[in-house]
C-alpha cells in the first residue's frame, strides 16, 4: 500500500485526470477546427459558429462551477470527482456521435458541465490531502496534468491527420471518453479528504488517511497534531455553520474578490490565444496543412515542461514572486509578437512569432497556469472553501468564456492589436498581485490569514463560537 509523498503525489496526479481531460478537451479542438473533413461535414462554419462551439463548453463549465460547491459539502469531494467524470463520458460520446451542429454543441455543454464539477473540486481535493511544506508542489503537479492533457491532444491531432475520413477528428474525441472512464472507475480507489471526514464525524478514517500521508502510525506527533488542528479548525467552523452566499460577499469579500481575480487574470493573460487558436493562428505563418498542427504540439510541450518547472518551484520560491515574475515577462513576450504580427520581415518574422509564442507559453506554465488554480483553494477557510472555490472557478469559466468569444473577431479586425490588449491586463495583474495578495508557501490552511478585514472577521466568528464579547477572545485565537 503507498504511502508518504508517493501516495500524496500519485493521489494527487489520478484524481487529475479531471484536469488532464480539461487540457485534453483544449488541444483536441483547436486541431478539429481546421480539419477540412470536419469542416466539410458541418458546411464550414463561420467564424462566429466556431467560436460558439469553443464557448458553450465554457458556459456549461461556469453553470456547474456553483453546484461543485453543494456537491462537495454534502457528498464529499471524492463522489463529486465521480460524478463530473459520468457527466463528462455522456457529453464525450455526444461529441464523438455528432454530424449536426445542434448536437455537437449540446456535446459540448454536456462535457462543460462534467468538466465544471472536476474542476472546481480537483484543487480543492489535493490541497487538503497534502502537508502545508509540500502543498504546492503536490497541487500544481495535478494541475500540471492538464497541460500533459493539452500536449497529447495536439500530437493526436496531428497523427490523426493522416487518416482519412472522420475518424480523422472522430477519433481523437472518442479517446476523450476512455481516460473519464478510467478516472470514473479509478474514483472507488481513491481517499476521501480528512477535512471533510472530521466534519462529518468519521475521525477514525481521517486518522487512517493522515497515518498513510506522513507514513507514521496514530500515535506519532506529526499525524497527531495536524489531526488536532483539523480537528479544532473544523468544529470551530461547523459550530458557525457552513457559509452562505450572502457571507462569502460581506465577511470572506476580500477572500472572494482575490480568488475571484487570479482566475479571471489568468484568462485575460493572452494564453487562450494560443491554447484554442494556435492551429488557425500558426496557418497565418506557416500556411495550411498539419505544419500547424506539428508546432501546436511543439507549442503544447513548451507549455507542459513550464507547469514541470512550477512544481519545482512554487514551495520554493513562493506564490507571489511566481505571479508577479510571470506577468512581467509576459507584457514583454506579448509586445515582442505584436511587434513581428504587424511588422513583417518574411519569413522571419513567422519564425520570430512562433519561437516567442513557446517562450510565452513556457512562462505562462512555469508561473499562473497551476499556480491561479491552487491559490483560491488556499485561502479559503474550510466553512468558506467549496464556495469559494465555487467562485473562482466561474469567474476563470466566465472570462474563459468571453476571452473565446470575442478573440477571433479581435484577431480579424485589429490583428496585433490583440496582443496588446492581453498585455495590459499582465501588467494590471502585476499590481493586484502586489498590493493585495499574500504569500501562502509553507503556512497551513488553517493558518493563512490576510491583514485588517481578516481580523475582524475572526473577532466575530470567535464570538459567535465562545458567546462572548469579541476583543477578549479573539486575542486568544490570534495568537
Not at 480537528?231 to 469579500?253: N, P
Not at 505571479?323 to 511587434?339: C, E, Q, R, T
Request: aromatic share 16%; glycine share 8%.
Amino acid at each position: 500500500m503507498l504511502r508518504g509523498n508517493l501516495f500524496l503525489y500519485c493521489v494527487a496526479c489520478f484524481a487529475s485526470i479531471g484536469q488532464f481531460l480539461f487540457g485534453y478537451d483544449q488541444g483536441v479542438l483547436s486541431g478539429i477546427l481546421v480539419n477540412e473533413n470536419w469542416l466539410e461535414l458541418f458546411n464550414h462554419p463561420s467564424e462566429a459558429m466556431q467560436g460558439w462551439v469553443v464557448s458553450i463548453f465554457l458556459l456549461g463549465c461556469f453553470v456547474t462551477a456553483f453546484l461543485a460547491s453543494y456537491l462537495m459539502d454534502r457528498w464529499g469531494r471524492r463522489w463529486t470527482i465521480f460524478v463530473g467524470a459520468i457527466v463528462f463520458i455522456v457529453g464525450g460520446v455526444l461529441q464523438t456521435a455528432a454530424s449536426q451542429l445542434p448536437v455537437l454543441l449540446v456535446g459540448r455543454l454536456v462535457s462543460g458541465f462534467g468538466i465544471g464539477l472536476l474542476s472546481t473540486v480537483l484543487p480543492v481535493y489535493t490541497s487538503e490531502l497534502s502537508r502545508a511544506h509540500n502543498r504546492g508542489t503536490v497541487t500544481v503537479l495535478g494541475m500540471a496534468i492538464n497541460m500533459l492533457g493539452y500536449m497529447v491532444s495536439c500530437f493526436i491531432d496531428y497523427g490523426t491527420s493522416y487518416i482519412e475520413g472522420q475518424w480523422s477528428w472522430r477519433l481523437p474525441l472518442l479517446l476523450q471518453i476512455v481516460f473519464a472512464v478510467i478516472l470514473a472507475i479509478g474514483t472507488f480507489g481513491l481517499p476521501e479528504s480528512p477535512r471533510f471526514l472530521v466534519y462529518h464525524d468519521r475521525d477514525d478514517t481521517a486518522k487512517e488517511i493522515l497515518c498513510r500521508m506522513y507514513d507514521k502510525p496514530v500515535e506519532d506527533e506529526s499525524v497527531q497534531r495536524e489531526y488536532n488542528e483539523i480537528a479544532e479548525a473544523v468544529h470551530y467552523e461547523r459550530t458557525i455553520g457552513l457559509a452562505s452566499w450572502k457571507e462569502m460577499f460581506t465577511r470572506y469579500k476580500r477572500r472572494s474578490a482575490i480568488a475571484i481575480a487570479v482566475q479571471a487574470l489568468g484568462q485575460l493573460s493572452g494564453v487562450n490565444i494560443v491554447t484554442y487558436y494556435a492551429p488557425k493562428m500558426y496557418e497565418t505563418v506557416l500556411g495550411a496543412g498539419r505544419m500547424p498542427l506539428l508546432f501546436s504540439g511543439f507549442t503544447a510541450m513548451v507549455y507542459f515542461v513550464g507547469a514541470l518547472l512550477a512544481t519545482l518551484l512554487v514551495d520554493r520560491v513562493g506564490r507571489r514572486p511566481l505571479f508577479m515574475s510571470g506577468s512581467f515577462l509576459m507584457v514583454i513576450w506579448l509586445v515582442i509578437i505584436a511587434v513581428f504580427y504587424k511588422v513583417s520581415f518574411g519569413m522571419t518574422s513567422g519564425i520570430l512569432v512562433v519561437a516567442f509564442v513557446m517562450i510565452f507559453m513556457f512562462t505562462f506554465g512555469a508561473t499562473w497556469a497551476c499556480v491561479d488554480w491552487l491559490y483560491p483553494a488556499e485561502i479559503m477557510t474550510f466553512r468558506c472553501r467549496a464556495k469559494g472555490m465555487s467562485l473562482a472557478v466561474g469567474s476563470n469559466w466566465i472570462s474563459n468564456f468571453a476571452v473565446g468569444m470575442w478573440t477571433p473577431p479581435m484577431l480579424q479586425s485589429i490583428g496585433f492589436g490583440t496582443y496588446v490588449f492581453y498585455g495590459c491586463w499582465n501588467v494590471i495583474a502585476f499590481f493586484v498581485v502586489y498590493f493585495f495578495f499574500v504569500e501562502t508557501r509553507k503556512v497551513s490552511l488553517e493558518a493563512i490569514r490576510f491583514p485588517g478585514e481578516e481580523d475582524e472577521v475572526l473577532e466575530k466568528e470567535t464570538a459567535e463560537y465562545y458567546e462572548e464579547k469579541p476583543s477578549s477572545v479573539a486575542k486568544k485565537v490570534i495568537s
